[in-house]
């Protein structure tokens, strides 16, 4: 059909395919000004189209920005909220410990001075020594001798009497001096008692302060989270991102902790369960040891939940105390004995594998070998089959991280695929536009020759009715134009091109 | 900002939204909780229930062990126990397994030395397999006389049945023979083998005395067996080497 088409006008292809070439130029050369308004329109409207949507993604991308905003300060404020209301129960803690003892203390304290104050009482409440027995002494002792015996007797009578008086009032004064020292001696430890006090009390008020300033630099956060600062957002977001990192990367640790939970129990349920019924492809032995799983880590979930530590289900959180307590206690019982059903059917576990050893080696047509420390696996497996429950059960609290960071992560990605896709739309319109312009370029290339003739006719046209009308002026042709250029001499330049017909 | 400028705040500041302010809720409500929770949970289980009551998936093994009792191949007996014990061993729950031996005429019952399918239960299992090993046992320190026929084919024939019945999505027929067909007269064996889906593993094709003098003949023993079985539907495998089994076989 082609063939016949082409060879409509000459058996010769290369003439035939002339002919063809050149109908078709004149064709095109004809609806030239149509193709390039068909073309420009095109390519504008899809520019526009394109642009229009990405304008629109533009404004869905704000709208998701501006939530993942509100979201990531939503968050941090409720996280900021808990940690500052933490701050005050351990200010509260240490209010109650210790100053909550404060009026025993105060009255120690008040004990404490009154006892100082009653030693130091005691310790002057005794007259001091008169202080003129050193001078009646002395004066006694220089008195002159009469050389009269009676005198002289009575004088040493006097002499021996005041002596004796001096020598009863020293005792009696080193007494009191003795007295007044254990007295003081007394007062040490009740200083000592005062010191330690005072410490304590210090050491409550210092904590106290120091509590104070991590409240006043969380409190700061909080308020940056309130102006929604873009500092504050931007720490929230990196903090998000790392805390799903890490979450992530602790729930993959405990999902290969399931897996082993799952191996410990699998062979001994087929044992319990048995039969061959099947859901979809998996065992029904397969199925309960997951289900055993499963509730051992929605126990954990609800212990977690009733003790406060994690805030998945606001039900649970706030429900009555006496009541999460209650739950507490149901979790944790449950949980224990699903610890202890596993760990039996570790236990039953490592004596199917002792059993299938022995099948193995009686096949192999050895004898059984009784291992000497046989007994270490089966405690191992007893353990771990005991341990696994409770160390699954913390698998709550970076599931919570992990759910929270889940939210910013996953609007980052969103943002970046929206911003991704508005690029891609800008980027095809722009090319659109573009291609249209290229497209209208090579319409006009392929039909250059009659383009280059008409170009040729219009000048000379030009150049003579330019020749006519110098002439009627006088000019002549070799005038010269305003600017100092000499008109008519040019020769058509690209701008000639649109002198097409169409635009003619 | 300090505490006390923020307890001032929060002492004049509106709380309202606030979680602290939210009355906790009332045994009643979770007690409604409960109940509108119970009935979707109910109906997940009873669908639960309905769905363990499917059929298991067809993914079970069969397995059908020939032992070739004829007066060549007799001394043999020790590789055919050895490959029965490495059956036993690698077989699971809800796997089948046959043992038989050729004769003079081995497309009957009294062939079959002993066959089971073990149940998925481990004890139990290893129980079977334990009498299956006894059986076994048995039958080879019973076994005394050769048989001066080999109806190879009336055997193979009696397996293809045995794994038809099973049903099993796997089918393997091990083939412990010198594959020499020595049918008596009266019996016919000119019948189509039909192993569509039965993978044949000829299992030590100990060569004759007469394959010494003619290694052409042992070569066109087992290029004969091989077609028929590949005519029939089957796949053809061979291991000469009964302690290469482990790497030769891939049961799975």
């Not at chain 1, 096949?363 to 405690?379: C, D, K, N």
Request: proline share 4%; with cysteine; hydrophobic share 45%.
């Amino acid at each position: 059909m082609f063939t016949d088409i082409l060879y409509i006008w000459s058996d010769s292809p290369a003439l035939s395919l002339a002919i063809w070439m050149i109908i078709a130029i004149m064709l095109l050369y004809m609806g030239r000004p149509h193709a390039h308004q068909l073309l420009r329109t095109t390519g504008r409207a899809l520019h526009r189209a394109l642009r229009m949507g990405a304008a629109s993604i533009r404004q869905l991308e704000n709208r998701l920005e501006q939530r993942n905003r509100e979201v990531l300060l939503a968050q941090g404020r409720e996280s900021a909220e808990r940690s500052i209301e933490r701050e005050f129960q351990r200010v509260n803690a240490i209010v109650e410990r210790d100053l909550g003892q404060y009026p025993a203390l105060h009255r120690k304290l008040a004990e404490t001075l009154e006892k100082i104050e009653q030693d130091y009482r005691d310790s002057t409440d005794n007259a001091p020594l008169p202080p003129a027995w050193a001078e009646v002494m002395d004066t006694v002792q220089n008195l002159p001798t009469s050389g009269d015996p009676a005198v002289n007797k009575v004088l040493d009578n006097i002499r021996q009497v005041i002596e004796n008086s001096h020598q009863q009032t020293l005792k009696a004064y080193q007494k009191n001096l003795n007295e007044r020292h254990r007295i003081l001696g007394r007062m040490q430890p009740q200083w000592r008692a005062l010191g330690s006090t005072m410490d304590k009390v210090h050491q409550t008020i210092t904590g106290l302060d120091e509590r104070a300033r991590t409240i006043d630099r969380q409190m700061d956060s909080y308020e940056s989270m309130r102006r929604g600062d873009d500092r504050a957002v931007g720490t929230l977001t990196s903090s998000s991102l790392t805390q799903f990192f890490i979450s992530g990367l602790v729930l993959v640790i405990a999902a290969f902790g399931g897996l082993i939970n799952f191996q410990l129990i699998a062979l001994p349920m087929s044992e319990m369960v048995g039969g061959d019924a099947y859901v979809g492809t998996l065992p029904m032995s397969d199925i309960a040891a997951l289900v055993i799983i499963m509730v051992e880590i929605s126990m954990g979930l609800f212990l977690l939940e009733s003790l406060g530590i994690t805030r998945l289900f606001p039900v649970i959180g706030n429900l009555d105390d006496r009541v999460r307590k209650r739950m507490a206690i149901a979790a944790f019982t449950i949980l224990v004995i699903f610890a202890t059903i596993e760990s039996s059917l570790a236990y039953l576990r490592d004596l199917l594998v002792i059993d299938q050893q022995a099948l193995q080696q009686s096949l192999a047509g050895g004898a059984a070998i009784e291992s000497q420390f046989r007994w270490i696996p089966s405690i191992g497996q007893l353990a771990l089959g005991f341990i696994l429950p409770f160390a699954l059960a913390f698998v709550g609290i970076p599931l919570e991280s992990f759910i929270h960071s889940l939210r910013t992560v996953l609007g980052l990605l969103a943002l970046g695929l929206l911003r991704a896709v508005r690029v891609m739309v800008r980027m095809t319109g722009g090319m659109a536009d573009h291609v249209s312009k290229m497209l209208v370029n090579l319409y006009d290339l392929f039909i250059m020759a009659p383009l280059s003739i008409e170009r040729m006719v219009r000048y000379h046209r030009e150049t003579a009715v330019r020749q006519a009308g110098g002439e009627q002026d006088g000019t002549g042709p070799e005038a010269v134009d305003g600017e100092g250029r000499h008109r008519g001499a040019g020769k058509p330049g690209p701008a000639d091109a649109d002198l097409a017909p169409g635009r003619a | 900002m300090t505490v006390t400028e923020w307890v001032r705040n929060e002492e004049t500041a509106p709380r309202a939204g606030r979680p602290a302010d939210r009355k906790p809720e009332t045994l009643m409500e979770v007690r409604k909780m409960i109940r509108n929770g119970f009935y979707p949970f109910l109906a997940g289980i009873l669908a639960l229930m309905l769905a363990a009551c499917s059929e298991p998936p067809d993914n079970n093994r069969a397995v059908f062990l020939l032992i070739d009792i004829s007066s060549d191949y007799a001394t043999e007996m020790d590789k055919a126990e050895r490959l029965g014990n490495y059956l036993l061993g690698t077989l699971d729950g809800g796997d089948s397994l046959a043992v038989a031996f050729i004769d003079n005429s081995s497309f009957t019952e009294r062939n079959i030395i002993a066959r089971q399918t073990f149940e998925r239960q481990p004890s139990t299992r290893n129980a079977q397999k334990r009498a299956f090993q006894a059986e076994l046992g048995a039958f080879m320190e019973r076994f005394s006389v050769p048989s001066y026929h080999s109806d190879i084919t009336g055997g193979v024939l009696l397996a293809r049945d045995y794994l038809e019945e099973t049903g099993a999505a796997e089918k393997h027929l091990f083939l412990l023979s010198d594959l020499h067909e020595d049918v008596p007269p009266g019996v016919d064996r000119n019948v189509a083998l039909g192993l569509d889906g039965v993978r044949v593993h000829a299992i030590n094709v100990k060569r004759q005395r007469v394959d010494n003098r003619n290694p052409r003949g042992y070569r066109e023993r087992m290029v004969d067996w091989q077609r028929r079985v590949e005519d029939a539907g089957g796949e053809w495998q061979i291991v000469n080497d009964v302690a290469r089994l482990d790497t030769a076989l891939a049961l799975r």
